[in-house]
C-alpha cells in the first residue's frame, strides 16, 4: 500500500470569502482519483485556494505529492479568462492560503508546472480523455464544469403541469456522468480534480444527492453572492402557481406572487413564467416591455428565455432584440438549443446562422443541429405557388438540402415521382425526409392526392411521423376546406384519420396534435361534413375487435386497521404539500408500507361504493382524496391500473356535481398518465372518451373511441363493457340508434362472460330505458305511458339496491315530465315516485332532475342550474356544458295562463342566448331579475331592446324593453310552427337576398320575411338579443307595419347581454391602429372583383389614415387594432350553409377561423365579405357558426358585415359616411344606420344594398 499523502496546514487559518480550510481540517488524506466539486463562490477564489490547499499535501518523504497543475479550460467563448488570468488566479490562491506572495523569484519555476489546456468544444468526453494525458499526478482544474455535456446521457423526462424545470435539471445529470468519467480516468495516474461550478446554484436536495452518489465525488454547495431566491421559489411554490394557472386560475397566482417576500425583479420573473403557462398574453406583453429597457443589464439566459416567451406570444421585433444580444454569448446546450429552434420559428436567417455555428462549435454532438436543418428545410418546402416572407438561413445544409431546397421552391412546377426516386437513389438514407419534402410542396400547391401519399410513406418512419401527421392533418384540413366530398376522397380522408389516430393513440401526451385534429374536425372548419366522417371512420376501426386479456389476479383489500394507519399520515403529508399532481407527486415510502396493493385495492372497494351514492361537497371532498391517494400509490403497484379508474369515476362525479371543467381536466391527466405501456394507453383513452362523451363533446369522445380501438393492446371483460358502455352513449348522443342497440347487445354478452348478477342486469336495463327515453318522439300516447311506467318499475328495483339511482332517476323523471307536456296523466304510483325520488337523492341532485325534467320547470331552479356550472376554459366548451340549462330554459318559456311576467322571460332568454364566446372578464354568477333590470336601464338610456328566443313549443316568445317598461309578447300561431317556418326559410335565405336583381324587385324580400312576425319597441335605437337559432334572421329585414325595420331603426345584434355587460365594463385601450386589407392585385392589367373593391376604398383608407395591405395573404399584423377593414370573397358550403372560406381571385384560400386568429382584439371590424355577417345556428349545440361570432370570442368589440353576397357598388360608399360618422363619434349603431341610409340615397332603395351592413357586438362601441 502506497502511503498516504499528508497536508501541512497553511499559516492563515480562515479568510474572507470562500475558505477551503474545513475541506482538509481533521486529520484529512488525499485518496487518489477523488474530485471536490464546489457549487457557488468566486471562480478565482475556489480555484487558486483550492489549488494553494491540494498543493501543500505532502508525502511521508517529504516530498509533494502532487507533480504539476493542469487546468482544462473551456473554450475562450465560454470561460473568458486568459492564460495570465490563469495564473494570477493561482499565485493569489497561494497568497490567500499562506497568507504573504510568493517570492518573486520563485514565480517562474511554480508557473511551469502549470499547463493550460484549452477545449476546443464542451463535449464531456474530451475532459477525460484531456485528463488521462495529463500525467501521473496532476492537480486537474476543471472550472465551468456544468457547461460540458455527454450525449450518453438522456434527461429524465418532466411530466406534469405544475412541475417547474430547473437548470441544474439539466447539467447535474451531464456533471455527474463528467465526474464519473474524469475520476476513472485520474485514479490510476494518481491525479485529483477540483471541479467549480459558479453561476448555476443547487436548490434540490435530490440534486445534490445524485452529485454525492458518485464515487469520490465530494460536492460542496457556497453562497452565491447574489442569493437566487426565485430558484428556491419554483422549487417549494412555484408548482402550486402553475397549478391555478393552467387551471383558468391565473389572478390568484398573481395574487400570491405579489404577496411573496422576494424582490420585484424575482417576482416579475415568476410572474412570466406563469402567466405565459396560463396563455395570459397581455401580462406576458406587459412584462417583455419593461425588460426590453434593461437589456443591456440583462444576462444571456434570461435573454434568451425572454425571446422565446416573446416569440410564443407573437413579439417578434421584441424577440429579436432579446435574442441577438443571446446567441454570441450562450455557452448551456439547452438554452443554445432552444435559442435555435427560436430563431429558425421566426425565421430570422442572420440569428439562425449566428446560433447554428455557436451550438456546432461548443456541441457538435447536439442531435438540433441536424434536427434544425432539416425543420428549415421543410420549411422552405412548405410554401404556396408564390414566394412570401424573408429567404431561410441554409445553415448546415449538405447536397441533399440545397438540392430539395432549389427544386421545390415556390412556384416551381416538379414531378413529385422523378424526384422521389431520385433522392431514393442518390440519398436512401434521406428517404423519408424526401417524402416529407414532397408532401409539404404538394400540400402547398393545392396537389393533395400527391401530398397525402409521400407523407403516409413517410410515417412509415418512426423519427419522421410526428411531422408526417401533421401533414396529412394539414391535407385533411384543406381537403374539408375544399371541399373533397367523393367516395374516393372520403376513402383519402379516413386514411389521413387512421395515420392520424393511430399515431395520437401511441402518442396520449399529443395534446396540441389533438387539439388541432378536433378543430379540423368540428363545424368552423369542416362544414357539417367532419363529425360524420370521423364517426364513421370510428365505427369502422372499431368492428376489428379485440383482444381478450386474462385477467390479472387482483390484490386482496388491507383491513380496516392497516388502512387507517397508513391513510391518516397519508393524508397529513399530503396536506403539507404545495400542490398534488397525479403522476407526479409520489407518496413517501415510509408512509405507503409494505401492502400498498392492498390499500389501492381497499380504497378501489370505497370508491366503487362511494360512486352509486348521491353526495355532498363534504363528500366529493373524501371522494377525490380517495382518487388521489390510489394515483399517489400507483408506483408501489405499477401492474394494476387502479389510478385510471379512480381518475375516471372521479371525473364523472365531478361532471354530475356540475364541474364539467375539471371533468376535462381530469380527461386530460388520464392521458399524460398513460405512459408507454400499451394497456394503460387503451385504459387512458377509454376513460378520455367517456368523461368527453358526459361533457358533449361528441368530436373528443369519437377519438377517444378511435384511438381505443387502434391501440394494440390486450383488454380485460369489464373494460371492453366499459368501452361498448362509452360507445353506446355516443351513439346515442349523435342519434345512430342502431349503433347503440348494436352497442347494448354486446354489452349484455359481456354481462354474462363477466356474471354481474342481478345487479349488473339491472343497469342494462336502465340503458335500454335510456334509449327508449331518447327514442320517445315515435311512441303513441299508449306506448308512452307503457315507458314511464318501465321507468318507475325499474327506478323502483334500482332504490331496493346499493347501486347508483341517478341514471335510473333521471330516465323516469324526463320519460314522466315528457308525458305531462304531452297532456297526459301519469298514474299515481309514478306521481308518487317522483315524491319519494325528491326525498332521496338530496336537495342538489333532486334540484337538478326537477329542473330538467319538470313539464314547466321553476326560474329559481334554471337560475341554478346555470350558476352551479363552473366556467369552461374554452369557450367552445360552454354550449354543451349548458346542454340542461337549455332544455330547461325552453320549457320554462311554455305559454300559459296568466303569461309568465317579463322579468322570468327575460331571464330565460338569457339564458338561451349565445353563451360560447369568450369574455373579457370575469362573468358574474346570474340573478333571476338582472337581465329585466339591465335592459330596463338600456332602454331609459334611448337604445330599446328585443329578446326572442323559442320555447318549448316550438314558437317565438319575445321581450320588449321600452322607455323602462318590459312586456312579453308572442306572435299569432300559424298552421305552422315559427321554428319549422324557419327552418323552411333557412333552406334558401339569406343567401338568396344577395342575387335578387333591381329588375326582380324587392318582392322576394317581403314575401319570405313576412313568414315572421316579430314584436319590437318602437325606439329609434334597438338591440337584439336572440337566442342562436334566431340569430340567421337579419334583423334590418324584420317587418314592421309593413316596412324593414333597418330602413328606419339603428338595429344591432348582441350575443347576449351577459356578453355586452361585459365588454362594456372592460374597455380596451385603443392603439389607434388602422388595418385596411384587400387581397388584390391593384397593378394588374385584369380589373376583377376585388380590384375594383380597392380602387374604390383606397381614397377613404387614406383620407382616413389607414395601413393598407393588398397582399395575398391573411395579414399577420392587425392584431389588436382600433379599427380593421377586410374586403375579400367569402365562401359558404356546398349547401350553402356555415361561412366556410376566405378568398381571392388568385391563391388565397383559407379557413374563416385563420382569419378570425389574425383579426384577435382588434376593436371594430368591417367585413366587406360576401355572407360574412351570416349566422347559422351549430348543429349540435346552443350557439352560432358565424364569422361575427369567431372574431366577438377571439376579443375583437364590434364587427359590421351582410349576411349574404354583398355587391361591390356597396363598399366605398358605405366606408364613405360610417368613417365620417365614426369620427365625428357616433356608436357603431348609429354611424352604420346611417351609412346604410347613405347607401339607399346613392344606389336606390334595393334592401340586398341598404340594408345589408349589420352590427354584431358591441353595438354601443366609439372611437
Same mark, same amino acid.
Given at each position: ?179 464519473? =468519467? ?40 457556497? /453562497? ?39 424582490? /420585484? ?171 416529407? +419534402? ?129 391513510? /391518516? ?142 391501440? =394494440? ?366 387581397? +388584390? ?94 349566422? =347559422? ?18 376579443? +375583437? ?32 349603431? /348609429? ?33
Amino acid at each position: 500500500m502506497e502511503p498516504t499523502p499528508q497536508l501541512k496546514s497553511p499559516s492563515k487559518p480562515s479568510l474572507p470569502g470562500f475558505d477551503p480550510s474545513p475541506l482538509f481540517s481533521g486529520g484529512p488524506v488525499l485518496r487518489p482519483g477523488e474530485a471536490n466539486l464546489i457549487v457557488g463562490g468566486s471562480v478565482r477564489q475556489v480555484l487558486g485556494r483550492m489549488a494553494a490547499c491540494i498543493l501543500n499535501f505532502y508525502e511521508p518523504g517529504g516530498l509533494r505529492y502532487i507533480g504539476g497543475v493542469t487546468v482544462l479550460a473551456p473554450p475562450r467563448s465560454v470561460w473568458d479568462y486568459s492564460d495570465e488570468e490563469v495564473h494570477q488566479m493561482l499565485l493569489q490562491g497561494l497568497e490567500d492560503m499562506r497568507g504573504k506572495a510568493m517570492p518573486p523569484e520563485q514565480v517562474p519555476a511554480y508557473l511551469a508546472q502549470v499547463v493550460i489546456h484549452r477545449a476546443e468544444s464542451l463535449v464531456a468526453g474530451d475532459v477525460a480523455t484531456a485528463i488521462a494525458a495529463a500525467g501521473e499526478r496532476q492537480l486537474i482544474l476543471v472550472p465551468a464544469a456544468n457547461k460540458y455535456t455527454d450525449p450518453a446521457v438522456k434527461l429524465e423526462r418532466i411530466v406534469g403541469q405544475s412541475v417547474s424545470k430547473l437548470m441544474e435539471d439539466v447539467w447535474v445529470p451531464h456533471l455527474a456522468r463528467l465526474a464519473s =468519467d474524469c475520476i476513472a480516468a485520474a485514479k490510476p495516474l494518481g491525479s485529483v480534480i477540483v471541479m467549480s461550478v459558479t453561476d448555476d446554484p443547487l436548490v434540490k436536495r435530490e440534486s445534490f444527492d445524485a452529485l454525492s452518489s458518485v464515487d469520490l465525488l465530494f460536492p460542496m454547495v457556497l /453562497e452565491f453572492e447574489e442569493e437566487p431566491d426565485y430558484r428556491k421559489l419554483l422549487v417549494e411554490q412555484a408548482p402550486a402557481w402553475v397549478a391555478l394557472a393552467v387551471s383558468g386560475r391565473a389572478k390568484e397566482a398573481y395574487q400570491q406572487i405579489a404577496a411573496a417576500a422576494v424582490d /420585484e425583479d424575482t417576482k416579475r420573473q415568476v410572474t412570466l413564467q406563469v402567466a405565459s403557462r396560463a396563455g395570459d398574453r397581455e401580462t406576458v406583453v406587459a412584462i417583455l416591455e419593461e425588460y426590453l429597457k434593461v437589456i443591456d443589464d440583462t444576462s444571456e439566459v434570461p435573454l434568451a428565455r425572454l425571446g422565446r416567451f416573446a416569440h410564443l406570444h407573437g413579439q417578434e421585433q421584441a424577440a429579436h432584440k432579446f435574442l441577438d444580444a443571446a446567441v454570441d454569448k450562450l455557452s448551456d446546450q439547452m438554452w443554445l438549443e432552444t435559442a435555435l429552434m427560436t430563431v429558425a420559428a421566426m425565421e430570422a436567417a442572420d440569428l439562425v446562422d449566428r446560433c447554428w455555428a455557436r451550438l456546432n462549435a461548443l456541441f457538435p454532438h447536439s442531435p438540433m443541429l441536424a434536427e434544425n436543418v432539416e425543420l428549415r428545410l421543410l420549411r422552405m418546402c412548405d410554401s404556396g405557388p408564390a414566394p412570401s416572407g424573408p429567404a431561410l438561413s441554409r445553415a448546415g445544409f449538405q447536397e441533399f438540402h440545397t438540392h430539395f431546397a432549389d427544386t421545390l421552391a415556390p412556384g416551381s412546377k416538379v414531378d413529385y415521382v422523378a424526384l422521389a426516386a431520385e433522392a431514393a437513389q442518390r440519398w436512401p438514407d434521406k428517404q423519408p425526409l424526401a417524402n416529407l +419534402c414532397v408532401a409539404l410542396h404538394a400540400l402547398g400547391h393545392r396537389d393533395l392526392p400527391a401530398a397525402v401519399g409521400p407523407a403516409v410513406e413517410a410515417a412509415k418512419s418512426k423519427e419522421h411521423e410526428p411531422y408526417a401527421v401533421r401533414i396529412l392533418l394539414g391535407a385533411l384540413r384543406r381537403m374539408f376546406l375544399l371541399e373533397y366530398r367523393s367516395a374516393e376522397d372520403v376513402q383519402v380522408q379516413k386514411l389521413a384519420l387512421f395515420h392520424i389516430l393511430d399515431f395520437l393513440g401511441r402518442n396520449p401526451d399529443e395534446a396540441t396534435l389533438r387539439a388541432s385534429l378536433v378543430s379540423a374536425l368540428s363545424v368552423e372548419t369542416a362544414g357539417g361534413v367532419g363529425l360524420p366522417i370521423l364517426a364513421s371512420f370510428a365505427l369502422d376501426v372499431i368492428a376489428q375487435g379485440v383482444k381478450p386479456a386474462t385477467p390479472l389476479e387482483r390484490p386482496a383489500p388491507c383491513g380496516e386497521a392497516e388502512f387507517k394507519a397508513f391513510f /391518516e399520515p397519508a393524508i397529513k403529508w399530503m396536506s403539507q404539500q404545495t400542490v398534488i399532481e397525479a403522476g407526479v407527486t409520489r407518496l413517501p415510502s415510509e408512509i405507503v408500507g409494505s401492502n400498498a396493493a392492498g390499500h389501492i385495492s381497499f380504497m378501489s372497494h370505497m370508491l366503487r361504493h362511494a360512486a352509486r351514492t348521491f353526495d355532498s361537497d363534504d363528500d366529493l371532498t373524501a371522494f377525490e382524496r380517495f382518487a388521489f391517494t390510489i394515483c399517489l400509490l400507483h408506483p408501489y403497484a405499477p401492474q394494476y391500473s387502479s389510478d385510471l379508474n379512480a381518475l375516471r369515476l372521479l371525473a364523472a362525479k365531478r361532471w354530475l356535481h356540475g364541474h364539467p371543467q375539471r371533468a376535462r381536466d381530469i380527461g386530460e391527466q388520464m392521458l399524460a398518465l398513460a405512459r408507454d405501456a400499451p394497456t394503460r394507453r387503451r385504459l387512458a383513452w377509454a376513460s378520455y372518451a367517456d368523461v368527453f362523451q358526459r361533457t358533449g363533446s361528441h368530436i373528443d369522445a369519437l377519438i377517444g373511441l378511435s384511438c381505443v380501438a387502434l391501440t =394494440d393492446a390486450e383488454v380485460l371483460p369489464e373494460d371492453m363493457y366499459q368501452e361498448a358502455y362509452t360507445l353506446l352513449r355516443v351513439a346515442r348522443d349523435l342519434h345512430l340508434f342502431d349503433v347503440a342497440r348494436s352497442a347494448l347487445q354486446a354489452c349484455r354478452r359481456l354481462a354474462d362472460m363477466l356474471n354481474v348478477g342481478e345487479l349488473g342486469q339491472l343497469r342494462l336495463e336502465g340503458v335500454e330505458i335510456g334509449l327508449d327515453v331518447a327514442q320517445h318522439h315515435s311512441l303513441t300516447p299508449a306506448q308512452l305511458l307503457a315507458l314511464v311506467e318501465r321507468a318507475r318499475n325499474h327506478c323502483e328495483r334500482v332504490m331496493a339496491t346499493p347501486d347508483e339511482l341517478y341514471p335510473a332517476a333521471a330516465n323516469f323523471m324526463q320519460i314522466a315530465g315528457t308525458a305531462e307536456r304531452n297532456g297526459l296523466q301519469v298514474p299515481a304510483p309514478a306521481i308518487a315516485m317522483r315524491e319519494d325520488l325528491g326525498r332521496r337523492v338530496g336537495t342538489d341532485t333532486g334540484t337538478f332532475l326537477r329542473a330538467i325534467s319538470a313539464p314547466v320547470p321553476e326560474l329559481k331552479d334554471v337560475v341554478w342550474l346555470h350558476n352551479r356550472l363552473e366556467s369552461a376554459r374554452n369557450s367552445e366548451d360552454t354550449p354543451a356544458d349548458q346542454t340542461a340549462v337549455v332544455v330547461a330554459a325552453h320549457r320554462l318559456l311554455l305559454k300559459r295562463e296568466p303569461e309568465m311576467a317579463p322579468q322570468d322571460a327575460a331571464a330565460a332568454i338569457e339564458l338561451l342566448s349565445d353563451r360560447g364566446l369568450e369574455l373579457f372578464g370575469l362573468a358574474q354568477p346570474l340573478t333571476a331579475d338582472w337581465p329585466a333590470w339591465f335592459i330596463r336601464n338600456l332602454s331609459q338610456a334611448g337604445v330599446g331592446v328585443v329578446m326572442l328566443a323559442i320555447d318549448g313549443d316550438s314558437e317565438v316568445i319575445a321581450v320588449i324593453a321600452e322607455n323602462g317598461q318590459l312586456r312579453v309578447e308572442r306572435p299569432a300561431r300559424k298552421q305552422q310552427t315559427f321554428l319549422a317556418r324557419l327552418n323552411t326559410w333557412s333552406a334558401d335565405y339569406p343567401y338568396r337576398y344577395g342575387s335578387i336583381t333591381r329588375e326582380e324587385g324587392n318582392g322576394e324580400f317581403y314575401a319570405s320575411m313576412g313568414e315572421f312576425e316579430l314584436p319590437m319597441p318602437a325606439s329609434e335605437n334597438l338591440l337584439v338579443i336572440a337566442q342562436p337559432r334566431l340569430q340567421q334572421l337579419p334583423i334590418n329585414l324584420y317587418l314592421e307595419n309593413g316596412q324593414f325595420a333597418g330602413e328606419y331603426k339603428a338595429i344591432g345584434m348582441a350575443p347576449s347581454l351577459t356578453w355586452l355587460d361585459n365588454a362594456r365594463q372592460h374597455r380596451a385601450v385603443s392603439s389607434g391602429k388602422r388595418h385596411g386589407w384587400i387581397s +388584390c392585385s391593384p397593378e394588374a392589367e385584369g380589373y376583377r372583383a376585388l380590384d375594383m373593391v380597392f380602387a374604390r376604398l383606397e381614397p377613404y383608407f387614406q383620407q382616413h389614415g389607414f395601413a393598407i395591405d393588398t397582399s395575398g395573404r391573411i395579414p399577420a399584423d392587425v392584431r389588436g387594432a382600433s379599427i380593421a377593414v377586410v374586403a375579400a370573397h367569402g365562401q359558404l358550403t356546398t349547401d350553402k350553409r356555415y361561412i366556410h372560406s376566405i378568398a381571392d381571385e388568385e391563391d388565397l384560400n383559407e379557413s374563416a377561423l385563420s382569419l378570425a386568429r389574425a383579426l384577435a382584439k382588434v376593436e371594430l371590424v368591417i367585413l366587406f365579405v360576401c355572407s360574412g355577417g351570416r349566422v =347559422d345556428p351549430h348543429p349540435m349545440v346552443n350557439t352560432t357558426v358565424s364569422l361575427p361570432k369567431m372574431l366577438l370570442d377571439r376579443g +375583437c368589440r364590434t364587427v359590421i358585415a351582410s349576411p349574404w353576397p354583398l355587391d361591390v357598388t356597396v363598399t366605398a360608399n358605405w366606408l364613405e359616411r360610417f368613417l365620417e360618422r365614426w369620427d365625428a363619434g357616433d356608436t357603431a349603431l /348609429e354611424a352604420n344606420f346611417k351609412a346604410n341610409d347613405y347607401v339607399k340615397q346613392r344606389l336606390g332603395p334595393e334592401p340586398g344594398l341598404c340594408l345589408a351592413m349589420t352590427v354584431y357586438g358591441d353595438v354601443l362601441l366609439t372611437r
